[in-house]
């Protein structure tokens, strides 16, 4: 069994109790009270935000074995009753409401010293559903992130590089998807032909059509990628080509949209060289409006994606069961590597925005993938017309391939998969 795999199958389920921060994280606050006394909180211990004073007390209670009793109703922490800051705090309602709160008394590094205590230890952690996992849930997530911070940073070089000027790609999708991942162009130059470019009559400086620079190297940017997760090569041909025929096109609109938000920090979608992708449009009435391929960009300007929250959505976008075609065998790859990377972004974003903000910034996050599928059938639905309204030019191409050497803005592995 693969990494991947074996990661996406040992991870458990999300904890219902309050995590420990990235301490790696930029956006890093200290939370600002005690869930347990509600004085100020100087951190996270035990994976809860909480004051000095009842860490250490939760801590010197499991290890001693400590027990207490409540001299009045087991209700001395109620939310409603306000705290006298210059009272001792009931110890036993004190030590329930750490256990409430979700403390890990795993998380306790010393050694706990009494029979009791372990008792404690190993009861609180089954009832509040905790374990060592917990303890490591930071390092496994942050692996994961690493991983596709690894990925991006390969395929992002291929993606931003252009296909050099008159060098065309005759190779079928096929071709590409069966050999292993490779992410620098001057390898992908080995397997193409080289025509001289046609030359502005005028200034002799050689003509530089969209689908020899950045647009092909953004597909097989795209295609890369997919090659670059491990279950791509336990999955059978027919299910890589169909996997990369649906994803392509949509993992390039992201390439290039982020890439546009990010680095060139444009409302408008621009290619690498910052020219700009795709001409404006005006209605029947002359009126500018919203080109089709500006809508992935928008929605990442709306939900303000950081990094993480990039790499990991794309990561699930990537990894779709539902996507028709697929053998069973890699629904069920595809599916688990879904499981891991969805429970990744969910879990980041209650860590970024907190228990209460978390959930609702995963959903929004998760609720952009309906804009990028449906950019992406426009686009699809856009080229089977225009291939409809010209099938004059297009019909040499059907009936003879070789033809594709000729023309300079057709390729193979574009139409295959506009059309897959």
């Not at 920090?265 to 391929?293: C, F, M, R, W, Y």
């Not at 970024?352 to 599928?373: D, K, W, Y």
């Amino acid at each position: 069994m693969d990494r991947h795999e074996q990661s996406c199958s040992d991870l458990p389920d999300i904890p219902k109790v309050p995590l420990k921060k990235y301490r790696s994280l930029a956006k890093n606050q200290c939370p600002a009270l005690c869930l347990v006394c509600r004085n100020p909180a100087v951190g996270y211990h035990y994976d809860v935000a909480s004051c000095n004073g009842c860490k250490t007390f939760f801590r010197r209670t499991i290890i001693l074995g400590k027990q207490y009793s409540c001299p009045k109703s087991n209700d001395c922490l109620n939310p409603s009753i306000i705290l006298d800051p210059s009272k001792r705090i009931c110890r036993r309602c004190r030590f329930d409401k750490c256990v409430e709160s979700g403390m890990n008394p795993l998380a306790i590094q010393a050694e706990v010293k009494s029979e009791k205590g372990k008792e404690m230890q190993v009861e609180i952690a089954k009832n509040n559903r905790v374990g060592p996992s917990l303890q490591n849930m930071e390092d496994r997530i942050n692996g994961i992130i690493e991983e596709l911070m690894r990925i991006e940073t390969n395929v992002e070089a291929l993606n931003n590089s252009g296909l050099p000027i008159g060098f065309r790609d005759m190779r079928s999708l096929r071709q590409i998807i069966l050999i292993p991942p490779c992410f620098d162009i001057r390898d992908h130059l080995r397997n193409l032909i080289y025509i001289q470019p046609r030359c502005d009559p005028i200034t002799g400086i050689p003509l530089k059509p969209m689908w020899s620079t950045f647009t092909h190297t953004s597909y097989l940017a795209s295609i890369e990628y997919s090659k670059s997760f491990d279950f791509y090569f336990s999955m059978d041909d027919e299910s890589k080509e169909v996997l990369v025929k649906h994803s392509t096109l949509i993992i390039s609109n992201i390439f290039n949209a982020f890439y546009t938000m990010n680095t060139q920090k444009s409302d408008e979608l621009l290619h690498p060289d910052g020219s700009l992708a795709g001409p404006a449009l005006k209605n029947d009435k002359g009126v500018q409006i919203l080109n089709t391929i500006q809508r992935t960009l928008i929605a990442l300007l709306r939900n303000k994606l950081d990094r993480i929250e990039y790499v990991l959505l794309k990561a699930i976008i990537i990894c779709n069961p539902a996507i028709p075609g697929l053998s069973k065998h890699s629904q069920i790859l595809i599916e688990k590597c879904r499981m891991q990377y969805t429970q990744s972004l969910f879990i980041y974003c209650r860590l970024q925005h907190g228990n209460l903000n978390g959930p609702a910034r995963f959903s929004a996050l998760i609720a952009t993938t309906s804009v990028f599928e449906n950019q992406q059938k426009d686009q699809k639905d856009f080229y089977i017309y225009m291939k409809a309204m010209n099938y004059r030019r297009y019909q040499p191409f059907l009936e003879d391939p070789q033809s594709w050497v000729h023309d300079e803005k057709g390729t193979k592995i574009f139409d295959e998969i506009m059309e897959g």
